[in-house]
């Protein structure tokens, strides 16, 4: 079969404070009892009800989600819920993703140059810092998608001469220094369906 047939999707459960306060071991345990309590509470949300929503603040939503909140859906999570819960089928709500053209891409420009790092949008006055270190070089572009494309898009094309950032954003390597820094900015990532890395020639 093709890479596609052979592909997995996981679930990943963490603790986002790293204080090591989550039951998380037991959450483990007991996953089959969590993901039934979990539909429970978005079934029986009693202000979803009462305003006829699609989620909210009290059983889906949180601050942590506030850059995807437009995209949540109790329904749709519902749905993914009862059928890890084996209680229904799963009705894909995902198009089918067609890899948008490169020249449609979004463009974010990572340049190092005269001892000054240089972010931003092609054409427009860039974030700037006066380190290339990858911590550093991260958390800035993690604040420029911030600032540039807060609603994300279909694609994202990162072009730079830092082969390390261009490597790390096509998974061809993982990150050494900065890997919290790198995480967060995956997190960004997120508003895009696709990301490229591109050396700038």
Request: net charge neutral; glycine share 6%.
């Amino acid at each position: 079969g093709s890479k596609m047939d052979a592909a997995k999707y996981h679930f990943v459960l963490y603790d986002p404070t790293g204080n090591g306060d989550l039951p998380l071991q037991r959450v483990f345990n007991e996953i089959d009892l969590v993901l039934k309590e979990a539909a429970q509470r978005l079934r029986e949300c009693p202000h979803c009800q009462a305003g006829d929503t699609d989620g909210c603040y009290y059983c889906l939503k949180s601050y942590y989600t506030q850059y995807i909140a437009p995209f949540a859906s109790r329904a749709k999570a519902l749905n993914l819920l009862n059928y890890l819960c084996g209680d229904a089928p799963l009705v894909p709500s995902v198009r089918p993703y067609n890899r948008p053209d490169r020249d449609c891409a979004t463009a974010l420009e990572v340049r190092w140059r005269n001892n000054r790092l240089n972010i931003g949008p092609p054409g427009v006055e860039p974030m700037t810092a006066n380190k290339q270190d990858a911590m550093t070089v991260y958390a800035t572009i993690a604040a420029a998608i911030r600032r540039w494309y807060p609603d994300g898009g279909t694609s994202l094309r990162v072009t730079s001469n830092l082969e390390f950032l261009v490597r790390n954003v096509n998974g061809d390597t993982t990150a050494g220094e900065g890997k919290a820094e790198f995480a967060a900015l995956q997190f960004e990532l997120l508003r895009f369906r696709t990301v490229i890395g591109e050396k700038l020639q």
